[in-house]
């Protein structure tokens, strides 16, 4: 009897042991919330096209440096502000400050043009963003001027530079200016190929020097008029969006280029 | 040898080529707006223009064909033609050389030019079609006919620019035949007419005394078959549009319904009804031979060959319900190709083959649709309370049929009218006509 009664006891508490484990509303776990993510936005371009990477990082830290110094350049305008800040110079001080200004300069034209035009009250604004961004990108100009052979060189002696397509950013940003010119002729039949490719050659500003219909012997069959028809639209459009929208470097890689016109998508809804 | 090729191989290994891959970019979408294009007036010197004046009453001959050609690429919805007050070329100097940066600025990508002439008596119209994005000329072609023709001048051009730029066969130079109706419902007088297919030079070609009903082209002449009730009794005839002679094909008994025509023009297909029941025979012109093509209780009316004479289409209710069915031409091989809700009728085959249209009656609404000949891909194109006889352009891409309005309470307001769709079912359009009208057929092309 004591036996039975020890069995039962053992297995209820058996039972109560295993509810407690398991079941969820008897032991309240603390809520885990999960480690806070901080999210950062970057341009795609920059995870897209990855032979690219190690260049563009030697360009952006280029451009940093270039930029700390163009503001330890600025810097000298603003203390001479400080010190007179009501007080308005006559021409004579205001040349006497140029030429100071001259003296530390490592580009002197450039930074004294901007000194001559500027009055007093205008010098507060030299330090904002948007005329710091905008010598970057006059020094990304001037960078971009000097690179040129060392780019040149770069491109081929990497290896992977030519077989590397556009940037997802680069093809969305030339469909959608072909899609724009693209008029499909409407009176196309549904069930054939409907396909033209069309081999351009461009110029670094993405007008076309020369464009081939690779298929060009369709065009001539008997049956086949409607795809004279394609064609001759597609060109239409090519011409139409001239120049291309194509990326601003890399000329060497999208300098001959393929686009690949396909109606059925659009016809067949 | 044997070395010089393990060399190779060798030195193919060794030294790998360098593959240039090229960028390929697929383009897979663009805009379906209808193609913008310039239609410049006919240019003609001041002496031709006066001589036309006097000949046919019209002052600039050129503008109006120009006009006409305009009319007739808009109404086919493919095309934008621009208006001409934005053009900044005259018409004379455009024909001979376009300056293309000028039609380029307005955004026309193609541009149409041309020359009236009369010499001796005769209408000489020439015209040439310019892309102007390639700047260069896709086409030039010259006309000389009788002066009177000028609208068919004007016909043939929009044919010839739509097959340059779209690929197709154009449907402008063509006539429609259909029913003339006036009167009030109850009396109605219907007489026989045929138009240019935008809707001028309509001639009455029967006086209204007899009821005529659904008149068919010849595919391959202008020849038409008709139905009239001569002393209550339905007769079948046959009218040549060119010389007016008109003959009686056969009395038939019973209630008989949509002669239409063979492909190759040789024999007349249509229904009738023999000791109650309704079946579809065909009968050769040429012999008077009538043959029975369906032995069936049900009634199988309103026959359509396939344009390789091969198949007929025709509408059946042996299943309970009128659907849509397709036999080889002997009579053999009957297969239902229609599933869908509702009933279906008045199946026709397209000219290019590849589809059947049809009415569709459902919910008390009537659809004018298309399916293929399988009876697969069924796309309804316009809905309305009462509508049908579908009839194909030439070109398989558009087509004509009627429409008729409600009756109010007090059984006024009744209308019948012809209307063209295309088969993207957006460009539907009221084809004038200059009284009411029903039962169209578009004949083929008049020049080919």
């Given amino acids: ?269 | 040898m044997r070395n010089k090729k393990l060399l190779f191989i060798i030195l193919l290994i060794a030294f790998p080529f360098k593959s240039l891959a090229l960028i390929e970019v697929d383009i897979t979408r663009g805009n379906l707006s209808p193609l913008p294009l310039a239609v410049s007036s006919l240019a003609s010197n001041k002496k031709d223009k006066e001589n036309l004046e006097k000949k046919l009453e019209i002052k600039d001959l050129g503008l109006e064909i120009s006009l006409i050609v305009e009319n007739n690429l808009k109404k086919s919805g493919l095309f934008n033609p621009l208006n001409k007050d934005a053009f900044l070329q005259k018409p004379d100097i455009a024909h001979l050389k376009p300056r293309f940066e000028d039609w380029a600025l307005i955004k026309a990508q193609a541009l149409i030019t041309g020359k009236v002439n009369f010499i001796d008596d005769k209408l000489r119209v020439e015209f040439r079609l310019w892309d102007v994005l390639a700047g260069k000329e896709m086409l030039a072609l010259a006309f000389t006919t009788v002066p009177k023709n000028w609208r068919r001048v004007g016909h043939i051009i929009s044919d010839k620019v739509y097959e340059r730029l779209t690929g197709e066969k154009g449907y402008f130079d063509t006539r429609v035949i259909y029913v003339a109706e006036e009167g009030p419902k109850t009396q109605r007088v219907k007489k026989l007419a045929i138009m240019d297919q935008d809707g001028f030079n309509t001639k009455y070609l029967t006086l209204g005394n007899e009821l005529v009903l659904t008149p068919r082209f010849n595919p391959t002449n202008q020849m038409v078959t008709y139905l009239s009730y001569f002393k209550n009794l339905p007769r079948v005839y046959l009218l040549d549009i060119e010389t007016g002679i008109q003959e009686v094909v056969g009395d038939f008994p019973g209630m008989t319904f949509a002669p239409r025509f063979s492909p190759d023009g040789k024999k007349i297909i249509m229904s009738f009804a023999m000791d109650g029941n309704s079946d579809i025979y065909t009968m050769n012109l040429e012999n008077r031979i009538v043959e029975r093509i369906t032995n069936h209780p049900s009634i199988d009316t309103s026959p359509s060959y396939s344009p390789d004479g091969k198949y007929i289409a025709f509408n059946s209710d042996r299943s309970g319900y009128q659907q849509i069915y397709v036999m080889k031409s002997n009579g053999k091989n009957v297969k239902r190709i229609s599933f869908g809700k509702g009933l279906y009728g008045t199946p026709v085959w397209s000219p290019r083959g590849d589809l059947i249209a049809f009415t569709k009656l459902h919910k008390g609404k009537f659809y004018i649709g298309v399916m293929r000949t399988d009876g697969k891909g069924e796309r309804l194109l316009t809905e309305n309370f009462y509508q049908e006889a579908p009839s194909w352009s030439p070109n398989g891409r558009v087509l004509i049929f009627y429409r008729e309005t409600k009756t109010n309470s007090k059984g006024e307001g009744f209308s019948a009218k012809l209307w063209s769709i295309d088969l993207t079912g957006y460009n539907e359009r009221l084809v004038e006509t200059e009284t009411d009208a029903s039962d169209p057929s578009w004949s083929s092309l008049l020049s080919n």
Avoid at chain 1, 82 to 95: H, M, R
Wanted: charge should be positive; charged fraction near 30%.
């Fill in chain 1, 1 to 269: 009897m004591n036996k039975n009664i020890i069995i039962s006891s053992g297995l209820h508490m058996l039972v109560i042991f295993v509810a407690t484990l398991s079941l969820p509303f008897i032991v309240k776990k603390p809520i885990e919330l999960p480690p806070i993510i901080s999210v950062e936005l970057i341009q795609i371009t920059d995870q897209t096209n990855v032979p690219f990477a190690p260049k563009a990082k030697k360009i952006i830290e280029k451009i940093k440096k270039k930029q700390e110094k163009l503001v330890s350049e600025q810097a000298p305008p603003k203390k001479v502000k400080k010190e007179k800040p009501d007080a308005v110079p006559l021409p004579d001080q205001k040349n006497e400050q140029v030429k100071k200004i001259e003296e530390k300069k490592q580009n002197p034209e450039k930074i004294d043009n901007e000194v001559k035009q500027v009055s007093e009250f205008e010098k507060d604004e030299m330090f904002d963003p948007n005329s710091i961004a905008a010598l970057i990108d006059k020094s990304k100009e001037d960078l971009a001027e000097t690179s040129k052979k060392l780019d040149k060189v770069t491109q081929s002696q990497d290896p992977s530079m030519n077989l590397s397509g556009l940037t997802l950013n680069e093809e969305d940003a030339l469909k959608a200016q072909i899609f724009g010119c693209w008029s499909i002729p409407l009176g196309l039949p549904y069930n054939e190929n409907l396909l033209v490719r069309i081999k351009l050659k461009l110029k670094p500003d993405g007008s076309v020097i020369k464009t081939e219909i690779l298929d060009h012997a369709r065009m001539n069959k008997p049956g086949q008029n409607f795809y004279k028809v394609l064609a001759e639209s597609a060109l239409r459009a090519i011409q139409l969006c001239q120049p291309l929208r194509v990326p601003t470097t890399g000329y060497e890689r999208w300098k001959d280029l393929q686009l690949n016109f396909d109606a059925r998508e659009m016809l067949e809804g």
